[in-house]
């Protein structure tokens, strides 16, 4: 029964929750999180009050690592040595706090982020600045709690006679909380408090008049005084850091980039690492080499760039793509009042300006205490000395001290203090001369008192003194600004030139959605011949691109695939090019329509929709220009089962030209239909019978003045004349094309407008292709079925027609004719 009583049967969430909570309360308050006060997390302050209490100060030799570790864990923080010895070496890390606390001997890393030597190897002590954070610790000026084994006390927060939290900032990550505040200048700190004594109601952009912004021990540039002005508002905010990057011109034309800064908490070696490898992947265009030039004299990265060279896209581009630049996040928390809070910048000053008080108040108690127990003392030396001969005799007729002791008090009423330091009082100091010393020394510490206790009854007094005592921190400790500071974030935008090599190839795309590039010279070592295709498959484009250019491919589903030629698959051509879903994913049913190539999304360029239920749509180019490659997106906006079956670049100030199954034809101005946004479904174009569709839309210019040529799934073409026609107006029924018959009419499967060197293929249901020179048929009037071309009994019905493609170098004739 006893064994059992020493149990508790609880549910495991109770706890669970119950000791998280502490080992949270733990982690939060003796750990991850700094003081508001001083800016200290209890480790960083063990190591700096045991290293004060061992001597181990600026003005002495240094001192071996290990040993203070040791102390550090025997005394104060029973945890592990790395822990400990890694806090001690942080603090000494130039590149990581603004004004070092702790200054080493011996190696203790690098900005590339290598490991410090073993602590005995290394010597440490404190940095002067560290002794303004104890300065008058012994004089009781702080709390003191008894250490982990009760044999002695440590502080539960230092003196800090400058405002560590602001000055080296901090990090860390404790249960639910995390940190981030940074480093400022210690002049522009001390200004700032100063301000919030002199006006305690300064609102954050007053104190940003003197407090400019966080200052880092690596320098760099910080973009975004919005977001500095919204952390100090909040204590939330986010800022852009960049490295201080410089292009220098070197001889022969070329040109380099210098970083001498990087920004705050960057591995250097990571970074360089990372420049290197875009190099080799030809991510960017434009490097030959980066060098890591380091030295003793300072940070010093050199990317040497290739002949003309866009440098200020490859600097872009490095800035948006490596480490070069970072975006730092204020989260200001700290230990107020012993609990964890987000604070603005006015809280933080507030709360050390209280700190500041609280400890002159202390430091003023403990002076004139001290102060008054001197003046008490002096004043009986004094009296003592005005009748020497009676004490002397008094005491030589004593029989000990404590009776010399006793007998004074009796006799002359010294108090118990007073005949203490009488009897204690070496026989040289009885010179007569000496009587004048201590009254010199009684008036000055009457002085002394005087003042400590105005200091004490009045406020304005003490916030004198706090000033005042900044003021020599400020002139003894401050150094200029290392960090830059810009009020606007740069947009980084980087030109594709300087990721991609411009180079001419040829893109071919075919109806299955089969695409390639290829490079010129292995289409001419084929002569254009043994072009790789599936069954049934035909190309629906061949064009001369660079790999600057884009191609925008649409499918019959109203979706649009945007697909730089660069980061087409690069492949030979007698081989098979990748199929689209590869590259970019499309349903099953899906197929291509159109191939567009792009080299500039203009203004002045539109695309044209033409849809199986009658609908046109007309959108400006430049809304079709995508960030993301990944997906299909949106062309046009479909209803039902609705289909697009033609699409085109356009001018706007073409003609159209629309054909329907039953062999309805429709001729219009293209500015009859207006422009709509990327998303929209359009307008009606021509008005179809039940079971019917339109099978072609074509745009052309007036003056081109093509012929028509029609396909019907009986095997039959027809040519005929623009001149045949009259121009109406959109969305009419249009004019009958073709003989109307009683039994199996003929089906319009397309429409061409073509020139006199185009090709005409018409490819049946058992995938047998025919092709018709099309100036071989006779121009025939509206009312005749043209001639057949191919037998439908023996080969099947038509099912397809398309005017065989050419090989087309579009942006060439362009770039001509506009030099």
């Known amino acids: 029964m006893a064994e059992a009583e020493k149990f508790l049967d609880l549910p495991l969430e109770e706890v669970l929750g119950d000791r998280f909570g502490r080992y949270s309360k733990y982690i939060i308050q003796e750990r991850a999180l700094p003081d508001a006060r ?114 002695i006390e440590e502080p539960t927060v230092l003196p800090a ?47 940003m008049t003197k407090l ?26 986010k800022i852009i850091v960049r490295g201080r990057a410089e292009i220098q011109e070197q001889r022969g034309g070329r040109e380099q980039i210098v970083i001498d800064e990087i920004p705050f908490e960057v591995n250097k070696a990571s970074m360089v690492k990372r420049m290197d490898e875009l190099r080799i992947d030809k991510k960017v265009e434009g490097i ?29 581009y490095l800035y948006k793509h490596t480490d070069l630049q970072i975006s730092y996040n204020f989260n200001m928390v700290a230990i107020h009042d012993r609990t964890p809070k987000l604070l603005n910048l006015p809280m933080m000053l507030d709360a050390y300006i209280a700190h500041q008080k609280e400890v002159v108040t202390r430091q003023s108690i403990y002076d004139l205490n001290k102060a008054k127990r001197r003046a008490h003392i002096v004043e009986g030396l ?34 118990e203090e007073q005949a203490e330091a009488i009897v204690t009082l070496q026989l040289y100091r009885l010179t007569n001369t000496d009587i004048t010393a201590l009254q ?14 105005k200091l004490l009854t009045s406020e304005r007094e003490m916030l004198k003194v706090i000033k005042s005592d900044l003021r020599a921190m400020k002139k003894k400790y401050k150094d200029d600004r290392l960090t830059k500071i810009e009020d606007k974030v740069q947009e980084l935008k980087v030109d594709l030139d300087v990721m991609v090599a411009s180079e001419d190839v040829l893109v071919s795309i075919t109806k299955h959605g089969y695409i390639k590039r290829t490079s010129l010279r292995s289409y001419a070592a084929s002569n254009g011949e043994d072009f790789a295709l599936k069954d049934g498959d035909h190309l629906l484009r061949l064009v001369e691109m660079n790999t600057t250019d884009t191609i925008l491919l649409f499918t019959n589903l109203g979706k649009y695939l945007f697909l730089p030629v660069h980061k087409l698959p690069d492949i030979r051509w007698k081989d098979l090019g ?63 089962d609705d289909e697009v079956v033609d699409v085109y670049m356009t001018d706007g100030t073409g003609e159209i030209f629309l054909t329907s199954s039953k062999g309805y034809g429709l001729w219009y101005k293209e500015d009859e239909v207006n422009t709509v946004g990327q998303r929209a479904a359009g307008v009606k174009a021509m008005t179809l019978k039940e079971g019917e569709r339109v099978v072609s839309g074509q745009i052309f210019k007036a003056e081109e003045d ?28 249009g004019v009958i094309m073709l003989r109307e018959l009683k039994k199996d009419p003929h089906q319009i499967v397309d429409v061409h407008l073509v020139q006199r060197e185009d090709q005409v293929v018409l490819m049946t249901e058992k995938q047998e292709t025919t092709t018709v020179n099309p100036m071989d048929l006779k121009a025939n009037d509206r009312y005749s079925n043209g001639s057949y071309v191919l037998d439908v009994d023996q080969r099947g019905s038509v099912v397809e027609s398309w005017v065989k493609p050419g090989y087309e170098a579009p942006f060439k004739l362009e770039d001509e004719n506009s030099q």
């Open 382 to 415: 004094i009296k003592a000395i005005s009748i020497l001969d009676d004490v002397i005799t008094t005491i030589r007729a004593s029989k000990d001290k404590a009776d010399a002791k006793a007998r004074l008090i009796q006799e002359y009423a010294f108090s």
């Open 706 to 733: 093509p012929s028509i040529v029609m396909t019907t799934h009986r095997g039959a073409a027809k040519r005929m004349r623009l001149k045949e026609f009259d121009r109406t107006s959109r969305a009419k029924r």
């Open 578 to 640: 990748q199929f689209i879903s590869n590259i970019v994913q499309v349903e099953k049913d899906e197929y291509l329509v159109e191939a567009i190539p792009i080299r500039e999304f203009n203004d002045e360029d539109f695309l044209m929709f033409f849809t199986k239920n009658g609908m046109v749509k007309k959108s400006e180019l430049r809304l079709y220009q995508a960030q993301r490659h990944s997906k299909a997106l949106v062309a046009v906006n479909l209803k039902g």
């Open 288 to 316: 030959a080499e980066v060098r890591d030039e380091t030295d003793r004299t300072g940070l010093r990265v050199v990317i040497e760039l290739k002949k003309d060279a866009n440098s200020e896209g490859v600097l872009n």
């Open 212 to 237: 400019k912004g966080p200052d880092f021990s690596t320098g760099g540039i910080i973009q975004g005084v919005d977001g500095i002005k919204k952390a100090y508002e909040t204590g939330k905010g």
């Open 161 to 207: 006679k400058f405002p560590n939290l602001l000055v080296n900032g901090s990090t860390g990550i404790s249960a639910g909380y995390a940190t981030e505040i940074p480093s400022h200048n210690l002049g522009e700190v001390i200004d700032a408090v100063i301000m919030k004594i002199d006006k305690p109601e300064a609102e954050v952009s007053e104190l």
């Open 38 to 151: 001083d800016g200290l997390k209890p480790v960083q302050r063990r190591i700096l009050y045991a290293m004060h209490q061992e001597k181990n100060t600026h003005d002495k030799a240094y001192r071996k690592s290990a040993k203070t570790v040791g102390t550090v864990i025997g005394n104060y923080h029973p945890h592990g040595d790395t822990s400990v010895y890694d806090a001690m070496v942080r603090l000494s890390q130039t590149w990581k706090v603004r004004k070092p606390l702790v200054e080493m001997h011996g190696n203790n890393g690098s900005v590339d982020g290598d490991p410090p030597a073993a602590m005995r190897y290394t010597e440490a002590r404190l940095s002067a600045i560290s002794s303004e954070l104890l300065r008058d610790i012994e004089k009781q000026t702080v709390e003191f709690i008894p250490n982990f084994d009760d044999t």
């Open 440 to 453: 010199a020394e009684a008036e000055e510490l009457r002085k002394q008192i005087e003042e400590l206790e």
